[in-house]
């Protein structure tokens, strides 16, 4: 596997509890960063292991951000790389037996628009805020907004691909304003990630060509430890693209086949 030495990085992994989230922030960790990780269910400000720390936080509420963010550049005084992983509006798929995801926009329920767009993109809007003046004053920097097909083909419902296309925008659009201080700024794809809820239905889907959640903490450190991350500034990407890219495979040993928008 190519080298992507973290040692000296401060990562932060929002919405990282469980799944991609989690397995992101155990990778980054591994290649030597030190990573905080955050969530609704995060241990309150605790180490989890020698080099992660969880801190409770519930992405909706600016003043519970605006702490966390705080504490972290009070303990770390840097902010290096930022990985926007929280999300909103996967619960209550079914609802009264119902499944409720694929319905068509004026069946879907209003409170999965504003939770994937409070939970998610102004959330990822508002962290965004928070980690680039750390990173414009050392001038350098990578803020990663997990995304995925849906901003460019219908997948799912409406208001998924609406919020997926805004984050993919907000993307191209921190990232030029943030070039000019050596901060990179991207949209990562990952392609089917082996989490919890997936594995929950693994009877039912086609494992062969999945990806670990910590892949795409495999992707992030490539990105990270790359000198040169800037040449990726404002794209979508797609992590088992990079691997190829960067000559990293999956825990397993596998590499995984890049999707593409035909594939999806």
């Known amino acids: 596997m190519t080298a992507m030495s973290l040692d000296g990085r401060v990562a932060i992994v929002t919405g990282a509890t469980k799944g991609v989230g989690r397995g992101i ?16 269910s995060a241990p309150d400000h605790k180490t989890l292991d020698e080099r992660i720390t969880g801190i409770r936080c519930d992405h909706r509420f600016n003043i519970q951000v605006q702490s966390a963010f705080n504490l972290i550049l009070r303990e770390a005084n840097a902010i290096d790389i ?27 329920p209003l409170w999965r628009w ?21 990173m414009i004053a050392q001038r ?33 659009d921190m990232a030029t304003e943030l070039k000019p201080y050596g901060v990179a700024v991207v949209s990562l794809y990952p392609g089917l990630v082996r989490t919890e809820k997936v594995m929950e239905a693994a009877q039912w889907l086609d494992l062969t060509n999945s990806e ?14 790359d000198p040169d991350v800037l040449r990726h500034t404002g794209k979508v990407l797609v992590a088992a693209a990079l691997a190829l890219e960067y000559g990293f495979t999956d825990i397993d040993g596998t590499t995984p086949r890049p999707l593409t928008l035909t594939d999806v």
């Open 25 to 40: 922030g155990r990778e980054l960790a591994l290649q030597g960063a030190r990573v905080f990780v955050t969530g609704r």
């Open 82 to 108: 930022l990985v926007n992983n929280v999300w909103g509006g996967y619960e209550r798929m079914v609802e009264d037996g119902d499944f409720t995801w694929p319905r068509p926009f004026w069946q879907q």
């Open 114 to 134: 504003d939770a994937m767009f409070s939970a998610g993109v102004r959330a990822h809007y508002q962290a965004s805020q928070l980690a680039a003046p750390a």
């Open 140 to 172: 350098r920097g990578l803020i990663v907004n997990i995304s995925f097909w849906a901003a460019q083909k219908h997948i799912g419902n409406v208001a998924y691909g609406v919020s997926k296309a805004a984050t993919d925008k907000m993307t191209a």
């Open 212 to 225: 670990s959640p910590e892949f795409i903490g495999r992707t992030v450190a490539a990105l990270a430890a």
